[in-house]
């Protein structure tokens, strides 16, 4: 058990460029969430997947925001168009269905400049 | 919906001193409750998290929290704090219904220990 891994780490963008986050969940965790912190707040939601199947989107993600998880394994998230409100850490954690509280990854700060 | 209110934004202590740090929720259902440590540039990592049962729940270095369904209230304290305490801590809810265990998170608090 490696832990939830995120990459990259840091991401510096330009405005209007797309970026992908790429988020490994422990391997046994068939559920996968995705939340973003912003600087002095606490996380927030985005969305969702249990197995491959992505079953709750927050109303946060705008159609800018993709999420995918192919094979019910890795996920990714895609910014397309960044604006500078976007920039934030986004957390990746995975969990089991019968176990509460997460196991989060250590993020990818998004800096859109 | 819930929501979650962390008291203070920032709570200095000196080391050894004990300290509490206060969490406040709203919801028009059950829920689940949980603390979580961020220390600087690293993800969360629960601390502790109170299901059912007995309501004084404890973690594993010396931290407790004690859930007061009465007040909507779940504090996390520590007798004695340590300068490796330093880091931001975030209340947390869940609510009781099938589906996405979904955390709403309260805004932090940030613990400052000084020598």
């Known amino acids: 058990d490696t832990g939830v891994s995120q990459d990259p780490r840091h991401k510096i963008t330009k405005r209007g460029q797309n970026v992908t986050f790429r988020c490994d969940p422990i391997s046994e965790h068939n559920r996968l969430y995705w939340y973003r912190q912003t600087l002095g707040q606490g996380p927030e939601f985005l969305t969702y997947?249990?197995?491959?199947?992505?079953?709750?989107k927050s109303r946060l993600l705008s159609d800018r925001f993709s999420a995918e998880r192919p094979k019910g394994s890795f996920s990714t998230l895609e910014i397309q168009r960044t604006e500078q409100g976007d920039s934030a850490m986004y957390l990746c954690?995975?969990?089991?269905?019968?176990?509460?509280?997460?196991?989060f990854g250590s993020g990818t700060r998004l800096t859109v400049v | 919906a819930q929501s979650v209110t962390q008291l203070d934004s920032q709570v200095p202590v000196f080391e050894e001193a004990p300290v509490e740090l206060r969490c406040n929720y709203s919801?028009?259902?059950?829920?689940?409750l949980f603390w979580y440590v961020q220390y600087p540039n690293q993800g969360l990592q629960l601390l502790l998290k109170?299901?059912?049962?007995?309501?004084l729940v404890e973690s594993i270095n010396g931290f407790e929290a004690e859930f007061n369904k009465s007040q909507t209230s779940f504090h996390l304290r520590k007798p004695s704090v340590h300068i490796s305490d330093t880091a931001e801590y975030f209340c947390a809810v869940s609510p009781h219904i099938q589906g996405a265990q979904k955390l709403v998170f309260g805004q932090g608090t940030r613990l400052t220990i000084n020598p």
């Open positions: 109170y299901l059912s049962g007995s309501t």
């Open positions: 954690a995975s969990s089991t269905r019968d176990t509460y509280g997460y196991t």
């Open positions: 997947f249990q197995n491959e199947a992505q079953l709750e």
């Open positions: 919801s028009s259902v059950s829920v689940y």
